[in-house]
């Protein structure tokens, strides 16, 4: 009992002794750390990407409402500038890249792009922003290769719908080298951006070479690609030979593939 006494009467000694002090105070935050908070700044990569994801959506919804009626398209000429450092128009092939049943990626190959992801301003912004994408997917997209094209869609002011039926080619007989030719018909039909103000339009038509160059044995699949790379490339020069026969102060890109493998 005389034990426990002393041990209670010197707690409250102690609690004597401390009565009148003020409350200890919580250490303040490293200056490190106050300095870290106010000089954070957002990644300009990933403030242009947001960006170029927010006119993608637009260039998506816009899309919709394109019209194929020949007869109401107007004549209109507005100044167009296609290449990507300096550019005020785009193309839209919203179907570029993709095969209509993605499982057909397994039997088809790749599938048809008119442009290759560095020069499809509309494809690369929604694989840097999307929404369903994961961060470590979108930040390959968010880097200085990619940096012009994404400036490019968020400067663009018009965008060229190419609305077409595309039959992709394919190999018949790999030990013959004979294949079936692609196909590609339909149209390009400009409208500006923000207004939604249809400009004009114009046909394309294109297929493959009737000869195409194979080369075999670099990897598994190079003559699909061959093919492939024949018919892209003719699709693209068909694209700029009547976009510029409609608008002919258009000013286009110079743009050449090696072959159809992006990086």
Not at 194 to 208: C, D, H, M
Not at 211 to 216: E, F, I, L, P
Request: with cysteine; net charge neutral.
């Amino acid at each position: 009992m005389t034990r426990f006494r002393k041990s209670l009467v010197g707690a409250l000694i102690v609690a004597a002794g401390c009565k009148g002090e003020e409350p200890q105070k919580r250490a303040p935050p490293s200056v490190a750390a106050a300095a870290a908070v106010e000089t954070k700044k957002s990644d300009p990569l990933e403030d242009l990407a947001s960006a170029a994801f927010s006119k993608w959506a637009a260039l998506y919804y816009l899309r919709k409402e394109v019209s194929l009626d020949r007869a109401a398209w107007p004549g209109e000429e507005p100044e167009l500038d296609f290449r990507k450092e300096t550019g005020n128009a785009i193309v839209v092939h919203h179907e570029s890249g993709r095969h209509e049943n993605p499982l057909e990626v397994l039997t088809k190959g790749a599938a048809f792009k008119l442009f290759h992801l560095e020069d499809d301003p509309y494809r690369l912004a929604q694989a840097a922003g999307s929404f369903t994408s994961k961060p470590e997917e979108k930040a390959k997209y968010r880097v200085d290769k990619y940096k012009p094209a994404l400036e490019h869609i968020v400067r663009a002011k018009y965008a060229v719908y190419v609305v077409a039926k595309v039959q992709q080619p394919q190999l018949d007989s790999p030990s013959t080298r004979s294949f079936s030719p692609g196909k590609l018909e339909g149209a390009g039909v400009l409208y500006e951006i923000e207004s939604k103000k249809l400009l004009g339009g114009f046909s394309i038509e294109a297929r493959n070479s009737d000869k195409v160059d194979v080369r075999s044995g670099a990897y598994t699949g190079q003559e699909h690609d061959s093919v492939l790379h024949d018919f892209e490339n003719n699709a693209r020069e068909a694209l700029w030979k009547a976009l510029q026969a409609r608008f002919p102060s258009a000013r286009l890109p110079t743009i050449v593939y090696l072959d159809s493998k992006e990086d």
